[in-house]
Structures are given as structure tokens and as C-alpha cells.
């Protein structure tokens, strides 16, 4: 079992940056990739951005390539994503989650389903 903390949400004006960070403990030895996924109020959650904890790939949405970056500190099992140019459209919950899955090391894993430990969540708000 993984535990995952996220930090650094809050709200920000359209245009602006914010930076998350999401720290990992327990069985982080097992760890193949970490992902940020985000949920808006009625929406399904939604892949924004992965990264392999084999060669450091990143993976991103459409919607975010460009703007976000994700990136990891492995000596303090953490990762980050920093968003750049928000829109009010990436307001929601935003939750960082690893997989065990060794495919998702080298090819990417993109589906909610293919993750195991999840945080609780950290709220982004982005004003027009």
C-alpha cells in the first residue's frame, strides 16, 4: 500500500500558475509510474498527466500539453505538477495516484482503473 499526500491547490486567477506536489510513503519500491488525474463537479475523473518512474516519460492530456508539467523528485518520492496559462475550465479535484502495472513504466497508463493508491484530493479553483 501506498499513501499519497497532495498539496499546493487553491485558487488562481485565469492565467496564472500553481504548482502540486504530491508525496509518497509505504511501499513506494513497487512503484512503476505516478499519474495526476482530475475530477469537476459532475464530470468523470480525467487523465491530465503521467510519469515513468523508469526513464522519467511523461505523458500528457490534450488538454494540459504545453501548459502543465509533471516531474518527480525520486530521492524524496514525490511528484509535481506545475500549471502554467490556467483556464477556468481546469477548475476541479485534482489526485495524484502510482500503479504497480509495468507496462504503464514504458508505455504509459492513461484509465483511472489502472492505478492502485490514490490521494485525497486537493481542490485547483481558477477565476476568470
Known amino acids: 500500500q501506498v499513501q499519497l499526500v497532495e498539496s499546493g491547490g487553491g485558487m488562481v486567477q485565469a492565467g496564472g500558475s500553481q504548482r502540486l506536489s504530491c508525496a509518497a510513503s509505504?511501499?513506494?519500491?513497487?512503484?512503476?509510474?505516478m499519474g495526476w488525474f482530475r475530477q469537476a463537479p459532475g464530470e468523470e475523473r480525467e487523465f491530465v498527466a503521467a510519469i515513468s518512474w523508469r526513464d522519467d516519460r511523461t505523458y500528457y492530456a490534450d488538454s494540459v500539453k504545453g501548459r502543465f508539467t509533471i516531474s518527480r523528485d525520486g530521492a524524496k518520492n514525490t511528484v509535481y505538477l506545475q500549471m502554467n496559462s490556467l483556464k477556468p475550465e481546469d477548475t476541479a479535484v485534482y489526485y495524484c495516484a502510482t500503479t504497480e502495472y509495468e507496462h504503464c513504466s514504458g508505455y504509459g497508463c492513461f484509465r483511472s482503473n489502472e492505478y492502485d493508491s490514490w490521494g485525497q484530493g486537493t481542490q485547483v479553483t481558477v477565476s476568470s
Open positions: 509505504g511501499r513506494t519500491f513497487s512503484t512503476q509510474a
